[in-house]
């Protein structure tokens, strides 16, 4: 009988990040790549020694991040749900309570620079979620995500961040704190590659963020938008959330503002509009 190798969740990680360094690799190369129907682990499409020396070169990041954890695809702990994101790959990068994910969650997003209704609406939504036992998740963004993960926390109820940066850095610099919080006591998850992300600029990083957002969406029951602009980030999940099947709120008070024409496009391609948080819980209790 053949033996099979035994999977290193580290082996795994460190060939992750040399495949990312492949020169054009991106979510959706390397999601044809580890989705192309072969069942071997991630650690034989690299060198031995090319993972020694990614090991070298990481491990003393590594080391340092308190609770730090993989999950790969196969391990019984993978979400499947991740499965539904367009690219989707067979590694998350976490840490803090990883139970969190196995929990009814919402995704509370929105924009940068929201109204103080927004501010209003977002934090009455998350303290409503926190007492029906839903996990808010959010992407630690300036604005109605740092409200919705801050209101979670205010109401002693419990937070997922998924980030567009690695695990070791902290974008926007004022959520440090708040990131720190997340990590020990509650979930902070990534895709973004330690080697890659630290050896590009800031703009060639960028295309991690809406990423981001589509693997928010694909580990989370719903989304709730509270605000957002034309050309808001957040109309990437918007557009995921409906392609994975999942639930798309958007609130009344968006179909209301002039400026604004993504709310009735999105009402007519299956997003629901809702006045208020009755309405929220009623379409999740409710069948697909």
Known sequence: MLKTKAISPLEEL??????????????????????SGKNYPVSTLIKPQTIAQYKEELWPVIHTLPQFGVRIFGDGEFPNRLND????????????????????SVAVVGT?????DGIRRAEYLVKRLVEDKIVVVSGLARGIDTIAHRAALENSGHTI???????????????????????????????????RYAKQTYHKNRFF??????????????????EAGETSGTLVQARAALKQGRKLFILESNF?????????????KGAIRVQNYDEIRNHLTSSP
């Not at 994101?85 to 840490?95: C, E, F, G, S």
Request: proline share 10%; net charge neutral; hydrophobic share 35%.
């Open 85 to 104: 994101a367009q690219h989707p790959l067979k590694i998350l990068y976490y840490q803090g309570n990883w139970d969190l994910i196995h929990s009814p």
């Open 256 to 268: 209301h503002n002039p400026s604004l024409s993504w709310p009735k496009k999105f009402e007519e």
């Open 112 to 116: 940068r620079n929201p109204s103080s």
């Open 161 to 195: 961040a998924v980030i567009g940066t690695p695990l070791n850095c902290n974008y926007p610099p004022e959520n440090k704190s708040l990131q720190r919080e997340i990590a020990t006591n509650h979930l902070l998850i990534s895709q973004v590659p330690f080697s």
């Open 209 to 226: 963020f809406p990423e981001r957002n589509v693997t928010m969406s694909a580990l989370t029951d719903a989304t709730i938008i509270v």
């Open 14 to 35: 460190l060939a992750y990040e040399a495949l990312w360094d492949q020169p054009g690799s991106t979510f959706r190369s390397l999601s044809i790549l580890l989705n």
